[in-house]
């Protein structure tokens, strides 16, 4: 009950508190929740981000970004990578390097970008590139908080690298205002296959 | 390391090693230990002269891969193996190998779904117990594969082996094609299966006399391999091979395996029958 008092209280106007868990319940990691105005007007907020190669893998494994954001991929292993996506939303090949590159790559095009890296086929990561300012990723427990909002009529989606559907087939409106705002949604999500590196694996990792 | 010709092939092996110590390299270190099972480790056609025996294995690979050009798609590995093998009972089949493998892949696109062919070949020396055994074991081989979903990697190859010892007994060469899936069930477990077809000399042991069996022979000679009078003889003969194996990822430097093979050799009206279960424990850092 307390828990429930102080999370109350730290919801405020202009802020969203969402939840999101699977068919069973359980809470889901790596949702992108986006809010985009029922007006139709986005305010432009293009930001910059990073996801870095870490321990051969790319961390973090989901990032969300507004159409028009910039995000460099610095190499912080002691081995080259090769990062690259084909997804039609944004494709580049930034082959063998290491540190970080000059120039971050300019995401523009709303969609989802799969990266890989060439060299390591089991790193994998995403970038969600939204129309919105409006976002968060959830974390372990399954919560986002989207901040920032200014009042008014949303329409809340929610997006996962496992969804099944599209994510309009989960779209909740809500209405920001003077009282806190919470919104759970509940999502179907294929069985979870995550690539990872498997020294047991028969055809050998480097092969 | 005593066969001249040997000595020439490591000198070969490590000069290319050093040449591939360039930039654009990463190592590769893995470590593996294994036990098995082979419930027909003589070979025989008949149930009364088949022996079955256990094993213990530890191997140890220390090499790098390379791009040889900026956009990895074509990929250089070389290694240095050290394998071992001891047997429970019949210990004239333990032995110790060292030798060198070194494979040139060529991807057609980027990421793990794009196809690629492969050619490897090694060269390693193979001391046994038995010292009729001892050897140079050759193996070239070329593989085309493709990830065709995200979970399902299908791959289709030709072997080429040969088998240099200090006895035309145990001197062996095969051809061998395949077919090879793997399944990743979840992200951290991968479901095998292979299926081979070789053909080429085989070596069987059986208590004489068999003179079928003689009149089949490229070559024979009496062993005393398993403390019982047996006559190893050297056959051309087709090999069926149809493996079963899963692998379980336990951390990102850890894994596991398990695996079950089924070889089935025949030349004529001849034919034996192995089973071999096999739990390896694989490290690579």
């Known amino acids: ?207 | 390391m005593r066969s001249p010709k040997l000595h020439c092939i490591m000198l070969s092996a490590m000069l290319v090693f050093v040449a591939v110590t360039a930039a654009n390299a990463d190592w590769i270190r893995e470590f593996r230990t294994e036990a098995l099972y082979n419930s027909n480790v003589s070979r025989s056609n008949r149930d009364e002269d088949r022996l079955d025996d256990f094993a213990f294995g530890a191997s140890v690979r220390f090499g790098k891969f390379t791009h040889l050009d900026s956009a990895d798609k074509l990929r250089l590995t070389f290694a240095l193996d050290l394998d071992s093998q001891a047997f429970a009972e019949f210990d004239d089949f333990n032995n110790i190998s060292a030798g060198a493998t070194a494979s040139l892949r060529y991807r057609f696109g980027l990421g793990a779904s794009a196809p690629f062919l492969r050619v490897e070949g090694s060269v390693h020396w193979a001391d046994f117990n038995d010292e009729l055994q001892d050897g140079v074991r050759s193996q070239f081989e070329v593989v085309v594969g493709k990830r065709v979903v995200d979970r399902l990697e299908l791959q289709a190859g030709y072997v080429f082996d040969n088998t240099d010892t200090r006895t035309s007994l145990y001197d062996q060469q095969g051809h061998s094609v395949f077919v090879r899936a793997a399944f990743d069930v979840t992200s951290s477990t991968q479901l095998t299966a292979e299926y081979s077809l070789r053909r080429g000399e085989v070596v069987s042991y059986n208590v004489p006399p068999r003179p079928d069996l003689i009149a089949l022979a490229n070559t024979r000679l009496e062993v005393d391999i398993f403390g019982a009078p047996y006559v190893a003889y050297n056959l051309d003969a087709t090999t069926q091979r149809g493996v079963f194996g899963i692998h379980q990822a336990i951390t990102r430097n850890v894994g596991v395996s398990f695996r079950y093979e089924l070889q089935s050799t025949t030349r004529s009206q001849i034919d034996y029958t192995s089973h071999v279960f096999l739990a390896a424990i694989q490290i690579s850092l």
């Open chain 1, 1 to 207: 009950m307390f828990a429930l008092l102080v999370l109350s209280a730290t919801v405020r106007a202009g802020e969203i508190a969402a939840t999101v868990t699977d068919q069973r319940g359980a809470p889901v990691e790596d949702a992108v929740v986006y809010a985009t105005p029922r007006s139709g007007k986005a305010p432009q907020r293009a930001q910059s981000a990073l996801i870095a190669h870490q321990n051969q893998q790319f961390v973090p494994y989901v990032t969300a970004v507004q159409a028009g954001s910039l995000i460099n991929l610095p190499n912080l292993d002691p081995v080259k990578h090769h990062a690259y996506s084909i997804s039609p939303a944004k494709k580049f090949d930034l082959p063998l390097y290491s540190g970080t590159p000059k120039e971050p790559l300019l995401f523009d095009k709303p969609g989802i970008v799969t990266i890989g890296c060439n060299i390591h086929d089991w790193m994998l990561a995403y970038v969600c590139v939204l129309e919105t300012p409006f976002f968060a990723v959830t974390g372990a427990d399954g919560r986002a908080q989207l901040r920032g909002l200014a009042a008014g009529a949303y329409d809340v989606e929610v997006w996962q690298p496992r969804l099944k559907g599209e994510p309009s087939a989960n779209r909740q409106q809500i209405i920001v205002g003077g009282i806190p705002a919470k919104i759970v949604f509940a999502v179907d999500l294929r069985p979870g296959f995550r690539p990872q590196r498997n020294p047991a694996a028969s055809n050998g990792m480097y092969r």
